[in-house]
């Protein structure tokens, strides 16, 4: 019984998914489902996208919390586009929330739209949204051991992003044992380290991001 | 529909705990519930009050994990009794999973059952355990607005734990703004900031919880 409830829920996300994913590619957009902890730098992260992709490109944020709309204010006053969606009690966003949101922002494309989503290791790894590029984010001071404790976030990752490296030798962390979890159960997403905060290795987040954008 | 068997597991669930706090209390023991972000250093915390507190006390940890034993291998080499449960992809532990791992641990008080649950700050919230007290860990690098993004589980703390002050300075964190949020929706939860890592505030938090197990 419960696993036809659990079923059904997430066939309609599926559909809706789809359509997002439809609606994004007639206009010239990229979806990118941003995932991570809370506070493992999802916003700031964004921002220095935002700041480093080309100015001839029309980027757009959605930014998913539980409560708050502390995030989309920072964006917003940045000059970019953005949009919340507060879900109230609910662990991660799903294709519906996303399509509300949608219709909230006047999008044009060539661009990207990032979808923030909650911060959360578990649950969002289940909910498609119509994005085409899903960026995990985790960051130095949770430690190396996240992808062996959330294996299935990780697995799903089509880049993963490593943020906080200006925290290496203030904290236990060691690359190898990061990068061999992460290898445990994804051979081929690159792993890019960066620091949002001090805008270090971004570049290559956005060359991959303007690459990856045109499969 | 959704919400009728939402009501009918949390209903269990409650009876569960119920049953749990029972067992606990009769053995003399205080079930802590440890809640917390992934990577905010709750096994670190739980390793650093089984050492501190004194030897007299019988206590033991349930370590709960989406995947992995990490944690539990580490607490049973440092000479301390521990159990394992693994949710699979489940973001919270439940009162049941709680009731198999007391069976797996020879528990006589008088003493702590630390319980970690699974790193989330949303899906926690829901479920009863059977714990006496609830503790919330945040940490500095997740950054100050925490309580303000994820408010029902401050709301529900009986103390908050402030760790990895030792990164104070190293990244963006305004200790007033922490306060505020936690204040915002919890109005009588001390608040004690430590850093697990260099065993700094434990003894308070220590003092607190030997008062607060009495009642």
């Not at 399509?99 to 989503?117: C, M, Q, V, W, Y």
């Amino acid at each position: 019984m419960k696993i036809n409830v659990r079923k059904n829920v997430l066939s309609d996300n599926d559909q809706q998914a789809l359509t997002n994913a439809q609606r994004l590619a007639g206009l010239g957009i990229s979806g990118v489902n941003i995932l991570a902890s809370p506070g493992a730098g999802k916003t700031t992260f964004i921002v220095r996208l935002l700041q480093a992709l080309p100015g001839e490109l029309n980027n757009a944020v959605v930014e998913g919390d539980v409560a708050s709309s502390i995030d989309t204010d920072r964006i917003i006053a940045l000059g970019f586009a953005a949009t919340q969606i507060n879900t109230g009690g609910g662990c991660h966003l799903d294709a519906s929330m996303v399509a509300s949101a949608l219709d909230k922002l006047t999008l044009r494309g060539p661009g990207f739209l990032f979808i923030e989503n909650i911060g959360n290791l578990i649950c969002p790894a289940d909910f498609r949204l119509g994005e085409s590029l899903r960026l995990v984010v985790a960051s130095v001071p949770e430690g190396d051991d996240k992808p062996v404790k959330y294996p299935a976030i990780f697995r799903l990752a089509d880049a993963v992003v490593l943020n906080k490296i200006d925290l290496l030798g203030h904290v236990e962390f060691t690359m190898d044992n990061f990068v061999a979890g992460v290898r445990a159960v994804n051979a081929a997403a690159p792993i890019f380290e960066v620091s949002a905060r001090n805008v270090a290795g971004i570049d290559k987040v956005v060359e991959w991001l303007r690459e990856a954008g045109k499969r």
